[in-house]
């Protein structure tokens, strides 16, 4: 199998598990306003640079963009959910692509900032 299979095998396992956790329990949306404090007490609690979270047009199948020379998340809708906002501050702090790094690094985020079940629950989703 070529990278190109293993990077897009990625992808779609998380966009996957995140589909179904958002179903089976589905995380808050916020407003911008509150998604960026929301974003600046994770980050100074992770102790990291907050990214700046602006809205945008995105192209459909993105509910959301990290824009790393600028240190921006850039979201789809106007009251992204945590989920959302969790993934792309994880390509911020350096993950790219959605492979294991990225997986564990979001898995642990979501279990700290959302709750330790929304951990659980997206790991098994993630292992399925
Ligand atoms: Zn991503």
């Known amino acids: 199998m070529g990278k190109r299979n293993v990077a897009s095998s990625d992808v779609d396992r998380v ?3 995140e589909s179904q956790l958002e179903t089976k329990y589905p995380t808050v949306r916020m407003s911008i306003a509150e998604a ?3 974003i600046d007490r994770v980050a100074h609690s992770e102790d990291i640079d907050p990214p700046l979270v602006v809205r945008h047009q995105l192209p459909r199948r993105l509910l959301g963009v990290a824009v790393l020379d600028d240190h921006v ?3 789809r809708h106007a009251r992204p959910s945590q989920l959302t906002l ?3 501050l ?4 350096g993950h790219m692509g ?3 790094s990225f997986q564990r690094r ?3 985020l979501v279990q700290r900032h959302i709750s330790r079940e929304h951990g659980e629950a997206f790991v098994s ?3 399925d």
């Open 15 to 17: 966009a996957k598990a």
């Open 36 to 38: 960026q404090s929301w």
């Open 73 to 75: 998340i850039v979201v």
């Open 86 to 88: 969790l993934h792309e």
């Open 90 to 93: 994880t390509h911020c702090i």
């Open 98 to 100: 959605h492979g294991p």
């Open 106 to 108: 979001y898995v642990k």
């Open 125 to 127: 989703l993630l292992t």
